[in-house]
């Protein structure tokens, strides 16, 4: 079974994440409507199985439960992918969504870097979210995933319209991804966890 359930638990947040990369039931409660409909997008078109509930600081901000619901995903897709044997291991979508348009490209290699281009205006959305975790969710998400993510905004005005785009182009590179083709491991390496 390609699943990983994680928790976490700091002086700042407490995360619980269910992650089964070959679909599931999506439950999220984060406290941050906006950030639940981004993670939904992700469970959706990734066709993955996710259920969160996280509580932070949310009176400071959105940053630290942002950025842990990240790690905590990363972390679930690492022990759920395993030795990543037989996996796709890239992927790329692109994205529009009304005026925006978002590319993402992923490389689940065992080497964590992200590349982030996305220019969003520094605003809160709906109840709480501050845009600049959008990038900071991504650099996390990456780090403890052990992979490649290039994930540009190429055009767009509305702000919600971008960022949506954005996570529904990296579900779908992910979701390419993750498939399993066949038996071997893609690379000459002869490993992709280290």
């Known amino acids: 079974m390609r699943q990983a359930r994680i928790e976490r638990t700091t002086t700042e947040t407490q995360v619980r994440l269910e992650l089964n990369l070959d679909g599931g039931p999506c439950a999220l409660e984060t406290g941050l409507a906006f950030f639940d409909h981004m993670l939904a997008q992700l469970a959706r078109h990734g066709g993955f199985g996710l259920e969160v509930t996280a509580r932070g600081d949310l009176a400071v901000d959105s940053h630290h439960l942002v950025e842990d619901v990240g790690l ?3 972390e679930a897709l690492r022990q759920a992918l395993g030795d990543r044997r037989g996996i796709a ?3 790329e979508a692109h994205v529009p ?3 925006a348009l978002a590319r993402v490209v992923v490389d689940l290699s065992g080497r964590p870097c992200a590349v982030v281009e996305a220019e969003l205006p520094s605003v809160i959305l709906g109840n709480g979210f501050q845009t600049e975790m959008v990038r900071e969710f991504l ?4 780090a ?3 992979f490649t993510l290039h994930a540009d905004v190429l055009r767009g005005v509305n702000t919600h319209h971008k960022i ?7 579900a779908l590179a992910l979701r390419r991804a993750c498939r399993v083709e066949g038996q071997d491991l893609p690379s000459t390496k002869g ?4």
Request: charged letters at 25%.
């Open 72 to 74: 905590c995903l990363g």
């Open 89 to 91: 291991r890239f992927g």
């Open 97 to 99: 969504l009304d005026e």
């Open 139 to 142: 650099l996390a998400f990456a």
């Open 144 to 146: 403890r995933g052990a």
């Open 164 to 170: 949506e785009a954005l996570f529904k182009a990296l």
């Open 191 to 194: 490993t992709l966890t280290e």
